[in-house]
Each structure stands twice: as C-alpha cells, then as structure tokens.
C-alpha cells in the first residue's frame, strides 16, 4: 500500500518562496547588468509661501543696521550691501539706492534729553561720541537691548517712509563677534589593516578652535505707518582649527550665505531645487 506523501509545513513552504524571489532578483540583476540600466534624473522645485505679504508695496528700503562685534567687517555697511545686491535680483521690489543710515548715531541723537521722538541729529559729535546712559559700544548681545527703542519710533521710521515714497522699510542689529572654544570633537581617520584594506574610523580629538559668531535680526517696518510688521533673529556660527588663519570678512560671507534664503523667504515666495533619480 502506498502512504501519501508527508505535506511539507509552513516554514519550509516560506523559505522555498525566499528561494525562488532569491533567484528571479538576481537573474534580474544579472540581465540589467548586461542590457545597461538607463537613469535620468528630473529636477524638482518645491515653492515656499512668503512669511510677509509685500503686495502695497513697490520699492524696498535696506536702510541700515544698529551693528557691533568684530572691529574687522563693518557688519552695518556690509549687510546693507548684501541684501541690496540680493534684493535687486530675487525680489520683485524696486531696491532704493540711498545712503546708509548710521543708526547707532540716529539712537544716541534719540536718546539725548528734548530730542523729542522724532529724533534729532542736533547733538554735536562730542555729545555723540559719550553714549547717554544705556547706550553704550556693542561688543555683545546684551549691549544691543538699549538699542531696540529705535525700531519701535514710528514717528522716525514714518518720517523716513515719506522720504522714499512710502517703502517697505529693512532695518534691524546685526553683531558679527569672534569666538573660541576648546574640546573633543570626533573626526573621520583613514587607517589600512595588514592586508592593505582602508576603513574610516570615527576618532574623538581634542581642539582648540576659533572662529565667528553672527546674530542677525531682521526688521522690516511699514513706511507708511512707521509700524513694525515683522522681525526674526538668526544665529549661525563657523569655527576652524586654531592654526587656521581665515579672514573675518571671508567668515561673514560664508554665515551671511546661510541667512539669506531664510530673509529672502520672509518678502516673496522661494524655491528650494533639487532632483529626482527614475529608473527607464
């Protein structure tokens, strides 16, 4: 008499299915492999709302910076700079080409006594020179607090609207200051065993290191109104081995690069670019 076959179990059933997806994998591979797989690649580009709706208004204003920090960049000239040339070619806004207010004098002119809210530049430049009580050099954050007075004077900022024709009005602090720090940083090291093979190990080092710290705020004031309609702070910071000799000005472009899609995106809508890789 003949028994009937033992039936195989679940198990078994599952590892023979592995098997045979196992083989139709790579006898896959090996024919894309043989053929040439055909890649493209589609660029993509996702848009980002403005934070601000910039709709009234025509001309745009970067009007100055109360600065301080780093005696080796004139971060009020050279922001001012920056977002002009940015401005002039990813804004939609006719950029006003104007002297730049020098707003540390403007605040202290503010502050003297019966200069009244409108501010006055009637003080003489000794009177300047000794900062009224609160106002003082802006070597760091807690220095620029005096200072935030100066955004919310409507009565000045609507004064410097109705010189321009009503713009949209930039302004706010900016403190671009050196910093140094030491520690154990973890760093990628190349090694080769006794065959010759590479690895790339992790390896914990201890550095000194120094470099920039830059604290931007952004205001941007309604010229008709004077009124804010809207700030945002930012902080980045770069920092090389202590041997490295790289110039102040060379690290405020590079932390300035990193700001500005983040200030562009408050005035119109951006694109962030990027790319796709399909398979034919």
Do not use: H
Request: proline share 5%.
């Amino acid at each position: 008499m003949t028994g009937r076959p033992p039936r195989k179990n679940s198990a078994s059933r599952r590892v023979g299915r592995r098997l045979v997806l196992a083989a139709v994998t790579a006898g896959v591979a090996v024919i894309v492999a043989a053929c040439g797989a055909d890649y493209y690649e589609i660029p993509i580009e996702t848009p980002i709302q403005p934070k601000l709706d910039v709709s009234a208004f025509q001309r745009v204003l970067v009007a100055g910076f109360v600065a301080g920090g780093s005696e080796d960049v004139d971060a009020n000239q050279e922001t001012v700079r920056l977002l002009r040339s940015q401005l002039r070619t990813k804004s939609s806004l006719k950029v006003i080409d104007a002297d730049v207010l020098p707003l540390l004098e403007v605040a202290q002119d503010q502050a003297q006594p019966g200069s009244g809210e409108a501010g006055s530049s009637s003080g003489t430049s000794a009177d300047r020179a000794a900062a009224p009580a609160g106002l003082k050099n802006i070597k760091e954050e807690k220095d620029l607090e005096p200072y935030e007075r100066l955004f919310a004077n409507t009565t000045y900022w609507k004064r410097i609207g109705e010189e321009f024709q009503n713009p949209l009005i930039v302004t706010g602090t900016v403190l671009f200051t050196n910093r140094s720090t030491s520690g154990f940083v973890q760093r990628d090291q190349e090694v080769f065993d006794s065959l010759g093979r590479r690895r790339v190990m992790p390896v914990r080092t201890y550095m000194e290191r120094k470099g920039f710290v830059l604290r931007p705020k952004f205001v941007f004031i309604d010229g008709r109104t004077g009124a804010t309609m809207y700030s945002e702070s930012y902080r980045e910071e770069v920092l090389y081995n202590a041997q490295q000799n790289t110039p102040a000005l060379s690290s405020y472009f590079e932390l300035m690069d990193r700001l500005v899609p983040s200030f562009l995106s408050a005035l119109s809508s951006q694109k962030i670019k990027g790319s796709r890789v399909l398979l034919k």
